[in-house]
């Protein structure tokens, strides 16, 4: 037995007009690495989830972190492209609970799979599905209100890292 359902993403493409390493390195600085040796200590220790907030409150301080980077400049290059591309996956793990506990599905969409690219200019373009109307295709509203909240936290994590851009996310 299989249940198929087709819903829309949204996606979003800004060109932030930001030298693709000085953007890279801003939203690396902005969304640090998850740290998983805390995480696993706290887990080894019998900590507790209060723990975890705390460390997850600590380890990202714009709320969000990196859990996951692809470098496929590299790789292509082989290949004969220029482009240079960065794949990365940012979220928080205390956020995505508060949608697991509704939907195991929602970790499809977490973390957060984000793109940073470079133009013809070699500025960066930083390109996402948006979370809002990912996270509502699963037609929760606790769900859906979290996503909106992750849309804030996008927008908030680009202006740290030197980007505004709140109307691409409205």
Same mark, same amino acid.
């Given at each position: 037995?299989?249940?198929?359902?087709?819903?829309?993403?949204? #996606? %979003?493409?800004?060109?932030?007009?930001?030298?693709?390493?000085?953007?890279?390195?801003?939203?690396?600085? *902005?969304?640090?690495?998850?740290?998983?040796?805390?995480? $696993?200590? %706290?887990?080894?220790? !019998?900590?507790?989830? +209060?723990?975890?907030?705390? $460390?997850?409150?600590?380890?990202?301080? +714009?709320?969000?972190?990196?859990?996951?980077?692809?470098?496929?400049?590299?790789?292509?290059?082989?290949?004969?492209?220029?482009?240079? *591309? %960065?794949?990365?996956?940012?979220?928080?793990?205390?956020?995505?609970? /508060?949608?697991?506990?509704?939907?195991?599905? $929602?970790?499809?969409?977490?973390?957060? #799979?984000?793109?940073?690219?470079?133009?013809?200019?070699?500025? $960066?373009?930083? /390109?996402?599905?948006?979370? !809002?109307?990912?996270?509502?295709?699963?037609?929760?509203?606790?769900?859906?209100?979290?996503?909106?909240?992750?849309?804030?936290?996008?927008? +908030?994590?680009?202006?740290? *890292? !030197?980007?505004?851009?709140?109307?691409?996310?409205?």
């Amino acid at each position: 037995m299989f249940y198929r359902e087709q819903h829309e993403m949204t #996606r %979003i493409d800004i060109f932030t007009g930001v030298p693709f390493d000085q953007f890279v390195t801003a939203l690396e600085k *902005a969304a640090p690495p998850v740290d998983r040796a805390v995480f $696993a200590k %706290i887990a080894e220790s !019998g900590g507790d989830w +209060n723990d975890v907030l705390a $460390a997850a409150a600590e380890n990202a301080p +714009n709320e969000l972190m990196v859990y996951g980077k692809i470098d496929a400049t590299e790789l292509f290059s082989v290949a004969g492209h220029h482009t240079r *591309a %960065i794949e990365y996956l940012i979220g928080n793990h205390v956020i995505a609970e /508060t949608m697991f506990r509704h939907d195991p599905k $929602a970790l499809l969409y977490a973390p957060l #799979r984000m793109l940073v690219h470079s133009d013809g200019d070699g500025n $960066a373009v930083f /390109t996402m599905d948006q979370p !809002g109307p990912a996270f509502d295709s699963l037609g929760i509203d606790e769900v859906s209100k979290v996503g909106e909240g992750l849309d804030r936290k996008v927008v +908030n994590l680009l202006r740290v *890292a !030197g980007v505004e851009v709140e109307e691409a996310f409205a």
